[in-house]
């Protein structure tokens, strides 16, 4: 028998984070490993890294990130 995913995703974001984040590692694996994936974020992770080394004062955390694509798809 099959769960329903939104209630397997229901139960699995009320773990604690420690097992959230142990599954998480243990999903990733299962999804295989891409070394040309991983050698394109590696190469954007640098990119972005160094953008925002010349000029900080461009760094937005998360919720204003989110905040500002809300206020856009008004």
């Given at each position: 028998?099959?769960?329903p995913i939104e209630v397997l995703e229901?139960?699995?974001l009320s773990l604690p984070q420690a097992d959230r984040s142990r599954l998480v590692d243990k999903l990733l694996v299962s999804l295989g490993?891409?070394?040309a994936w991983e050698e394109t974020w590696g190469v954007?992770?640098?990119r972005?890294?160094?953008r925002l080394a010349q000029d900080p004062?461009?760094?937005v955390d998360g919720q204003q990130a989110l905040a500002q694509a809300r206020a856009r798809l008004k």
């Open positions: 028998m099959s769960i229901a139960e699995l490993h891409d070394p954007e992770a640098d972005r890294e160094a004062q461009q760094w």
